[in-house]
């Protein structure tokens, strides 16, 4: 039988499986094709529920209450999706398309071009295999496979996924994309990257329209010389702030320095980075390397200078350590400009056998190397000659010089007071104890060889026998070689 022009509705089944021919230019039935195949050709259009099918040419299938598609292949759902190819197949019972070559998807904004669809309608669940690029707007996705969910308008794009868009790019193995939020979601290795910052990261999403990332599993980001590690990132690139939690790490590439902890912030506009819980700063210089342990670690652009000059500060239970310097203090201030220490809250300093405290200390390198230190307040120098007797000076103020960063001479200027002990082939053997007002301190190998007073000194040598117990300490003698850190890993260890 042949007809032309004809318009009619086949009833097959139940609800679901009814099928509507709104238009075919010719329509016949072909055994050849199969018992109960109706043959559509020229301006085919067909409607299942809320899908209109149309193509050029298509197999009407009575049995099975399916449809071949051929040709100019088109599938349109509400007013929202369309799916055009060169061929399709449509089960009207289960509601399951599968649509091939040449295919593109487009829902509201989104378009995706790929080879291969299969289309769940009960679902609401649509899949491509064999390659897809998706685009909105100005992001451009590829990946092998992908998934999309109708209701909740979110995809999954598996094996080699890439995002390009004009402000990053997105490499990862597995991602899920809310097209609503347009947040993105990873899973396995993933880098986010563009020409200012490259992030790293084994899991974590990604917020494309608020430029915000939250990532984990051995995350890392590069910006601007360094490098920011951590077991969590997160970073809100427009605010140019960020923080991370659990093994955090700072890495600032121009300085060789380092910043440790377990929590972290970052501030890239005024290049602030706080690290705290058992934070720990090391700069790095070979056998001079540098540990700086604190409570809270600060680090941050030097407001007063145009050129780049770093300031860091350490704050509560501070401890360094250096194989020729040592200190304790309850807090510093390093300003980079000026290479100088700057250490307060009853600062205690060790270098090589000799002991330095005061109210204030101040330490200026030249080259990585101790040049200079100034001690302000009740300076006191110490060092131990035997159980019992400790060589001291004490003073208003002090500077001491070092040469190859050991100490070489200290001036001491006011109220300056000495004990220093005489000894006959190592054995002390008697005590010189003197006030002056001004003094130079020469040392070799770290130990006093003579010493200089300046003004009118009143000084008493003592046979150590007769040398009076009451007499061997100077007013705000202390000795408190149990706290000093023998090793770099003892900065942790507070008295």
């Known amino acids: 039988m042949l007809c032309m022009g004809i318009s009619s509705q086949l009833l097959m089944g139940q609800k679901s499986s009814f099928i509507e021919i709104i238009n075919a230019d010719l329509t016949a039935y072909d055994v050849k094709i199969g018992k109960d195949a109706t043959k559509l050709i020229g301006d085919v259009r067909l409607i299942h529920d809320d899908v209109v099918m149309s193509c050029d040419s298509a197999y009407y299938y009575k049995i099975t209450k399916s449809v071949d598609a051929f040709s100019n292949v088109k599938i349109q759902q509400g007013d929202t999706l369309t799916l055009t190819s060169d061929l399709a197949y449509y089960d009207g019972i289960n509601k399951m398309a599968r649509v091939r070559n040449n295919v593109k998807l487009?829902?509201?904004?989104?378009?995706?071009?790929?080879?291969?669809?299969?289309?769940?309608?009960?679902?609401?669940?649509?899949?491509?295999?064999?390659?897809?690029?998706?685009?909105?707007?100005?992001?451009?996705?590829?990946?092998?496979?992908?998934?999309?969910?109708?209701d909740s308008e979110i995809f999954y794009f598996m094996d080699s996924v890439v995002i390009i868009n004009p402000e990053y790019t997105i490499k990862t193995d597995s991602l899920k994309y809310?097209?609503?939020?347009?947040?993105?979601?990873?899973?396995?290795?993933?880098?986010?990257?563009?020409?200012?910052?490259?992030?790293?990261?084994?899991?974590?999403?990604?917020?494309?329209?608020?430029?915000?990332?939250?990532?984990?599993?051995?995350?890392?980001?590069?910006?601007?010389?360094?490098?920011?590690?951590?077991?969590?990132?997160?970073?809100?690139?427009?605010?140019?702030?960020?923080?991370?939690?659990?093994?955090?790490?700072?890495?600032?590439?121009?300085?060789?320095?380092?910043?440790?902890?377990?929590?972290?912030?970052?501030?890239?506009?005024?290049?602030?980075?706080?690290?705290?819980?058992?934070a720990l700063m090391i700069q790095v210089d070979g056998v001079d390397t540098m540990y700086v342990h604190a409570d809270t670690l600060r680090t941050m652009q030097n407001p007063e200078l145009e050129e780049q000059s770093r300031i860091l500060k350490a704050y509560n239970k501070v401890k360094i350590f250096r194989e020729d310097l040592q200190v304790m203090c309850d807090s510093l201030v390093y300003v980079e400009a000026d290479s100088a220490f700057n250490f307060y809250g009853e600062p205690v300093l060790w270098s090589d056998e000799n002991q330095l405290t005061a109210?204030?200390?101040?330490?200026?390198?030249?080259?990585?190397?101790?040049?200079?230190?100034?001690?302000?307040?009740?300076?006191?120098?110490?060092?131990?000659?035997?159980?019992?007797?400790?060589?001291?000076?004490?003073?208003?103020?002090?500077?001491?010089?070092f040469v190859d960063s050991k100490l070489s001479k200290i001036l001491v200027t006011g109220n300056g007071q000495t004990i220093y002990y005489a000894t006959d082939e190592d054995v002390v053997v008697g005590a010189n104890k003197t006030a002056c007002s001004d003094?130079?301190?020469?040392?070799?190998?770290?130990?006093?060889?003579?010493?200089?007073?300046?003004?009118?000194?009143?000084?008493?040598?003592?046979?150590?026998?007769m040398f009076p117990t009451e007499e061997s300490r100077l007013s705000d003698f202390k000795w408190v070689a149990q706290w000093r850190p023998l090793k770099w890993q003892d900065v942790y260890i507070w008295k």
Not at 439 to 458: A, E, R
């Open 106 to 150: 487009v829902n509201k904004d989104i378009s995706l071009v790929t080879d291969s669809i299969n289309y769940n309608r009960a679902l609401g669940i649509l899949d491509y295999l064999g390659g897809g690029i998706l685009t909105k707007e100005d992001n451009r996705l590829t990946s092998e496979r992908g998934r999309f969910i109708m």
């Open 178 to 278: 809310d097209t609503q939020t347009e947040v993105s979601y990873f899973f396995g290795p993933t880098e986010i990257f563009n020409e200012e910052r490259y992030i790293y990261c084994e899991e974590g999403w990604y917020d494309t329209r608020q430029d915000i990332s939250h990532v984990t599993h051995h995350a890392y980001l590069k910006e601007g010389g360094r490098i920011l590690k951590g077991d969590t990132l997160h970073y809100e690139a427009n605010e140019g702030y960020g923080w991370a939690k659990n093994n955090v790490e700072l890495i600032d590439t121009s300085e060789n320095m380092i910043l440790k902890g377990n929590y972290g912030v970052y501030q890239s506009s005024s290049e602030t980075a706080t690290v705290t819980d058992s």
């Open 359 to 401: 109210d204030h200390i101040k330490v200026v390198m030249v080259d990585q190397q101790l040049d200079k230190m100034f001690l302000t307040g009740v300076a006191f120098v110490a060092s131990q000659k035997d159980e019992e007797s400790f060589d001291q000076m004490r003073g208003k103020e002090m500077t001491a010089y």
């Open 439 to 465: 003094l130079i301190i020469y040392l070799k190998d770290s130990k006093i060889s003579k010493v200089n007073y300046m003004t009118q000194p009143d000084g008493t040598y003592y046979p150590l026998s």
